[in-house]
């Protein structure tokens, strides 16, 4: 079987061509061959085809084999090339050599022809096989630096001794620093103090045979800021002994913070759920406790015997109710009562009981903007946040100090809330209520808004009063954050959405001595107790009363004596047909009957919300006798 052979002959003469052809078909090729002689000829064929090998006269009249050799390097080609000539001198042939020819033949030689090709085949294929691998190498090379470079993480190299041997450029944008300044450096300077020794721990372990180790790490960044990384390591072989560390560490300082607040908000969402559970059902009972006590002492006089007992039971179930409401607060299931005014009319009315609550030793300073936006909401609640976040001003501030309340319009965008991340982007009125007080660490804060909470002791302080706040600003869309050093005061700042519009001046309820009546009453409440209770005052001032324990009954009462009632007492949330359903269908057959809505907290606030709404009266649980009486008489007035 013959080799097919693609031999490019540059030669004037079509004899030695020939000759030539004819001693390569001896030598078992298949030549495939053209004759060119001239630089064009030869430029063309090179175009045309693929060439195994060149084989070149020295000196044609138009070419020659120098010149061929020039024209194969300049277009790139790296081909066998052989000279085979009559009659060049030594010195000719050494400098064709040079010059990159691979063998030089002389035609009455031509026994050397074969063997130098066969070997020039064969090196031509190791030539063109090295240059494969080391284009491959280099394209791997660019690709892993590519990989090096542009990874998401840093990626760096130790030497034992824990310098850095290489740094990426990622490394170079998280840590602020440049290559320059960190390779040479030692991996400790970047680590945050205290943590320094963690190199040596890690290396200790590993030569011990721990073979990866993932740990996470706090590195101070150029500018100063912590970064927290999650690190991953092994050791570096050469020759079978270690000789540096190579790591991979990711920036996980935004997710660390955002998992943190994800847990902080379920955990608050958690407690909020049970202590809402638990005050509600207390929220029943003591209405009922505080009720029947308050009917007790509307019937003896101040001289009985029991009098003082029934005093007492009705202050404490008092002092159990404010606490059930705080707990109400905390887990945002109170009815607001939102309307639209100015913060800073409700801190400068508050202001001198402020002061009286703070007392003299601490100087109370306000900063209030003059064109401070509206806020929609529900003004005693607000006013609560104020009254709390400067009693704990007060109590942070035994010996004297200056407690600052601003307000300021705020619009917080999408660039600050990344940056931010318990905020929301809208436009905010800010109050923010400052002391100069004992301040507070970081494991304190991350639990002050828990109910319960307190670092007071026993007796001064229940925890709840934060709680509240927290509640009460997040059921109003709000944003509370501290900002709060030890040893250098705390700055609570509270975001209520702003709304465009006008201020309505707070209302202001009218004192009146209660009076009874001998009209009829419907009342339409599912708990035992509170509706007994109810009736025992109506009954007590001369009312008739009917009773009805959810709202389908209530309508079958009321079907039976429509013409006799005057007013509807109704709990808002009732099985079967809730407080809005029997209003609307009453309302709609009767529009001039009255009604009175009693509530204890808001399970689902959009249920209730009508109630606002349409401008119904409420009385919240646990109400006071007087309370419901004096409302009563009022509605019936109307
Ligand atoms: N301005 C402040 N400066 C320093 N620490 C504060 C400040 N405000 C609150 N704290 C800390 O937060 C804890 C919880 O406050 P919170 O108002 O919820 O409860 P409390 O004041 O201890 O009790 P309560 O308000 O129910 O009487 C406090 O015990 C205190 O450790
Ligand atoms: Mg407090």
Redesign the pocket.
Known sequence: MSRTLRVLVVEDSEDDTLLLIRELRRGGYDPVFQRVDTRADMNNALDRRQWDIVIADYSLPNFSAPEALGLLKERGFDLPFIIVSGSIGEDTAVAAMKSGAHDYIMKDNFARLLPAIARELREAVGRRERKKAEEALRESEERYRDLFENANDIIYTLDLEGNFTSFNRTGERITGYSRDEIIGSNFANIVKPGQQDVFHQMLKRKLAGEEQISYELEIVAKDGRQILLDVSTRLIYKEGRPVGVQGIARDVTERKSLEAQLRQAQKMESIGTLAGGIAHDFNNILTGIIGFADLALFNLSAQHPLYHSLQEIKNLGERAARLTRQLLAFARKQMLEPQPFNLNDVITDLSKFLRRVIGEHIDLQTILANDLAIVHADVSQIEQVLV?LC???R??MSHGGKLVIETRNVDLDEMYCQTHPWAKPGNYVLLSVS?T????DRA?QER?FEPF????ELGQ???????MVYGIIKQHEGLIHVY?EPGHG?TFKIYLPAISGQAKAAERPIIEAPRGGSETILIAEDETSVRELIVAILETQGYSVLTASNGEDAVRVFEQNREGIDLIISDAVMPRLGGRELYEILQRRFPALKFLFISGYSVNAMSERFIIDEGLELLHKPFNTIDLIRKVRELLDR
């Open positions: 709390n009693v704990n001003a109590d942070a002391d007080g004992v301040g507070m304190t002050i909470f307190t670092t007071k302080g229940t925890g709840l009063g934060l709680a709060s705390s």
